[in-house]
Each structure stands twice: as C-alpha cells, then as structure tokens.
C-alpha cells in the first residue's frame, strides 16, 4: 500500500472546517480511480480546502474558485516545483542527474512567466498552427488508413494516442520511428506516482530522450522548434542547454 506524505499541523489561521485530507501525488484511491476520487472531493469538500499532506497547502475545485485565483498570481503562485525547493531535494537524488528540468513557462509567475514564453509566441500564434494543418491532417489521414480496412478500431490505441505523440515528434523535427518509444514515455510520464521525487526523475528521462537532438539543433539548425528555440534569446540573453530542456519538458 502506498504511503501517504507526512501530514503537518493545521495553522492556526486555518478554520477547522476548511480542512480536508487529500494527498494529491499518493492519494490511494486518486491512483485507483481518478474520477470516482475527484467525484467524490467535489461532493464531500469545501470548493477551497486545506490539505495538511505534502507541507499543508489549499485546494480549489470550485469553476469560479479557479477562475479568480488563475487571475491573481500575486496570491496564488503557479510555482509547483520552486527551483529553490527541488535544490533542497537533490541530496535525495543521484549525484550525476544534473538539471532538474521543469515546464517552463507554466511554473512561473508574472513578469517571469512573460518573459519565458516569448520565445513561444510565434510557434504557437494562430497563423502558424494553421499554417500546420494539412501536414497534422496527413498524419491523421495515415492513421486512419491503417485501420480502415479492419471496419473497426480501438480509436484510442489506433488514433488518439499516436495522433498527438506524431504531430509533437514533426514539430521537434524528430523522426516518426521513435514513436513508439515516445508512445511509451506519455504512459510513464502519465503513470501514478510513488514518490513524490518520482516527478522529477520522469521529467529528466524526457529531457534525456531529446537531449541528443537538442544540443545537434544547436550545431546545425533545421526547419523545426527545437532550431526555432535555439535561436531565442531571453531579455537578450542567449538561450541555454537547461533552458531548451525546460521547453522540451514543457513541450513534451
């Protein structure tokens, strides 16, 4: 069975019935059945609650809850995994992992989070994801193709599943037959967690997978993301090896 993290005490400030115990990376039951378990939060807990796992934070489930506090980042922080508290971790990890990446810019707050995602902007503007819809329609197409003969499919193994991992692979400018080696990264990436150190051990194995293709990008640019990437600079700074690992986390 697994262990939930310890649970601190309740702060002072924290009304009594605004405390409800959930574990959001070792909850037993979230990793048995997601849905039943958030089901089941939305109906027994307050739309904003105080957890005492994983050091006490709070928990908004509530629409309108999520909808003020994405909007107040004076508040509330997107910062998951502070680069000060993975530090703190690393003792607890292998000497030789180097750097930890992380999603970046989704984990930052304003003005950090502008800053970063510059660099995103023209990949991801609508002239250029409409620019690639006959080559992500291609894909599909090819997809559908091998099944259409069957008169049937599992739609999610057969087109669900390696539509996203191949348009992602084409935007990288990586080859389609690592596929199936990045199909089975998603189902890692994706799986429960046992730990919470487990997050940051899934996020250096993605970064590890492009790392070979990252750093030839740098030597000789292509037509693809990862060379548009390299390219950016950051408030006229160049662009690093442990930032293009923190987009490729993203990304990925």
Not at 153 to 165: G, H, M, R, S, W
Not at 181 to 207: C, G, Q
């Amino acid at each position: 069975m697994t262990a939930l993290s310890p649970a601190v005490p309740k702060p002072d400030h924290v009304p009594d019935a605004a405390v409800y115990d959930f574990d959001m990376y070792l909850d037993p039951a979230l990793l048995t059945d997601p849905h039943e378990r958030v089901r089941e939060i939305l109906r027994d807990a307050p739309p904003v609650f105080w957890t005492p796992r994983n050091r006490g934070h709070w928990v908004a489930m509530g629409h309108a809850e999520n909808y003020q506090l994405s909007r107040d980042p004076e508040t509330f922080t997107s910062e998951v995994y502070p680069r000060a508290m993975l530090e703190m971790v690393r003792p607890m990890l292998p000497p030789d992992i180097g750097h930890i990446p992380l999603a970046t810019p989704i984990n930052l707050d304003p003005p950090e989070h502008t800053k970063y995602r510059a660099p995103l902007q023209a990949a991801f503007s609508p002239k250029a994801m409409l620019a690639r819809r006959e080559e992500i329609r291609a894909l599909a197409d090819q997809l559908i193709e091998r099944v259409a003969d069957q008169g049937h499919c599992d739609f999610i193994a057969d087109i669900a599943e390696p539509l996203p991992v191949q348009v992602f692979l084409k935007m990288m400018g990586l080859p389609l037959e690592r596929s199936a080696e990045f199909r089975e990264l998603v189902h890692e990436f994706l799986a429960p967690m046992t730990s919470p150190l487990d997050a940051i051990f899934r996020m250096r194995k993605v970064a590890d997978a492009m790392k070979g293709e990252i750093e030839a990008r740098r030597a000789a640019p292509q037509d693809d993301l990862i060379s548009l990437l390299w390219k950016a600079e950051i408030e006229g700074e160049p662009m690093t090896l442990e930032l293009m690992e923190d987009y490729a986390v993203l990304l990925f």
